[in-house]
């Protein structure tokens, strides 16, 4: 094989300059008449064999997709306990509600107080990832057991955040009233 490569490529330019005899496309024309584009049974059954496994393909695709459409259509319906959830969510934001209206009445008092600006640009942010949470995660949780823990822990956390900022916007009212 390296033999016929050194010697193709010492006689490139030779190759290069000679034309193709006459008629040499008609030669390879009449060889290809005679072949057939499925050329034996085998090829056939493969062909036959791929076409079928494209089919089974297509069908299952289809299956998982009624089957996922119709999970989704159920489980709007199968959550027992989705009033149950409602209420809790309910109360969550009633808490949050409130403690934010505590820092608001807290933040009219202090006025421009240090910190107070801060603790407020705070409260705003918690008070958009708890929307955030329920616009985009909340209607995605699972109706069971952990999606009621998932939920309780975010708006505990939420809870959790705002408390610790009422309690520091109340020193710092305090400390302007005190000064």
């Not at 008609?26 to 050329?39: A, C, H, N, Q, Y």
């Not at 006025?111 to 995605?140: H, N």
Request: aromatic letters at 10%; one cysteine or more.
């Amino acid at each position: 094989m390296d033999k016929l490569k050194d010697f193709i490529d010492n006689n490139r330019k030779d190759f290069d300059n000679d034309l193709l005899p006459e008629g040499h496309l008609k030669r390879f024309e009449t060889k290809l008449k005679g072949r057939r584009l499925i050329p034996s049974t085998h090829g056939r059954i493969a062909l036959t064999l791929a076409a079928a496994a494209l089919l089974m393909l297509f069908l299952w695709i289809r299956r998982e997709a009624r089957e996922e459409a119709h999970e989704r259509a159920t489980f709007t319906f199968a959550c027992e306990s989705e009033e149950e959830i409602e209420e809790l969510r309910l109360y969550y934001r009633m808490q949050i509600y409130g403690v934010e209206a505590q820092i608001q009445e807290l933040y009219a008092q202090g006025g421009e107080a240090p910190g107070s600006l801060e603790l407020m640009e705070e409260t705003e942010r918690v008070i958009r990832m708890t929307y955030d949470f329920e616009t985009d995660i909340f209607p995605l949780l699972p109706c069971s057991d952990a999606g009621v823990f998932v939920m309780t822990q975010q708006y505990s956390n939420s809870i959790g955040s705002l408390n610790i900022m009422l309690k520091q916007m109340k020193r710092i009212v305090t400390y302007k009233n005190y000064n």
